[in-house]
């Protein structure tokens, strides 16, 4: 195996190393990130993500001709972000708005003319040098009304708008992590509508585990990315949600080697406060082969 992260890994992982739980401050942070972008895993890693209120103090931190690729987490409400945006220092790359949204009344959307139209086709500097388009992901509450939202959103990706979904796997109580069950409906609801989709929070490890300090019992992020092939080649919710359940590394490393050299389906990627957790995971499972030492 080369020591280039394969294809199928290719920007799995976002940097969200100022986030919980490691909750990094944004000067490590920004230097951590320099590391990981010159390092052999390079290709795993996808954009730093800050919050929206962290930008101009990320742009204090940066060289003179310095350029980094980010990913903005909303922490201000969804109509300010476009001023934000409008207001992004040149050297910092936007490449991603993430915003979560909430169900009102009938509206199983509320937002997502905000967010669809900060996703169209920009002219000036706005999402980089030069502008251009910028994706953004809805953050969905896996809740009632699930379903119409995917359908508005996959209805403004059909009119060429690049919106996907975003879901959270985890957190501080037992009720955000979604059942094997429930996550395997919504991967094969998104298959279903060819929408792509991020996830975040509780993705720590490769495979499904009880973590002994909380008592929960997390997903594994090779568990969410054996289950999404599967998924893509036309598995239904419950052989999907089985690979979700598993514990045992074996099926879900089978599973992934056999595609490993193409382009990862439906799936983007998830945020992780940790870089080297994953890849020493990966490392282990005989899933990637560069110069670090599991």
């Known amino acids: 195996m080369s020591t280039q992260p394969p294809a199928l890994l290719d920007g799995l ?10 909750s990094a401050t944004l000067p490590d942070a920004v230097a951590a990130h320099r590391r990981h972008r010159t390092s052999w895993y390079a290709d795993l890693v996808g954009p730093l993500l800050v919050p929206a209120s962290a930008l101009p103090a990320l742009a204090g931190l940066l060289g003179a001709d310095e350029r980094i690729a980010v990913g903005v987490v909303a922490d201000v409400p969804v109509g300010h972000l476009a001023a934000v945006r409008a207001d992004v220092d040149p050297r910092i790359q936007v490449r991603q708005i993430e915003a979560a949204v909430a169900r009102r009344g009938e509206d199983p959307l509320p937002g997502l003319t905000e967010l669809t139209a900060l996703a169209r086709p920009a002219s ?10 910028l994706d953004v992901f809805a953050e969905l509450p896996l809740t009632f009304g699930l379903m119409g939202a995917l359908d508005a959103i996959a209805a403004a990706r059909a009119d060429g708008v690049p919106v996907a ?39 720590h490890h490769a495979v499904r585990h ?8 997390h997903h594994g992020f090779a568990n969410v990315l054996a289950a999404t092939l599967a998924a893509a080649g036309g598995a239904g919710v419950a052989p999907v949600a089985e690979l979700l359940a598993a514990a045992d590394p074996r099926p879900l490393v089978q599973l992934i080697e056999d595609r490993l050299d193409t382009p990862r389906p439906l799936w983007i990627g998830f945020g992780s406060c940790s870089i080297l957790e994953p ?14 030492d599991a």
């Not at 000036?124 to 388009?133: D, E, F, H, I, L």
């Not at 009880?210 to 019992?217: A, K, N, R, V, Y």
């Open 13 to 22: 992982v976002d940097d969200a190393a100022v986030f919980p739980p490691g």
């Open 279 to 292: 890849l020493t995971d990966l490392s282990r499972l005989g899933l990637v082969n560069g110069g670090f």
């Open 165 to 203: 979904a975003k879901f959270r796997t985890g957190g501080l109580a037992a009720e955000l992590f979604p059942t094997p069950a429930e996550l395997a409906a919504v991967i094969c609801a998104c298959r279903d509508r060819d929408l792509p989709f991020k996830l975040t929070a509780g993705l």
């Open 210 to 217: 009880l973590d002994p300090e909380t008592g929960f019992t």
């Open 124 to 133: 000036g500097r706005a999402g980089g040098p030069g502008g251009g388009t």
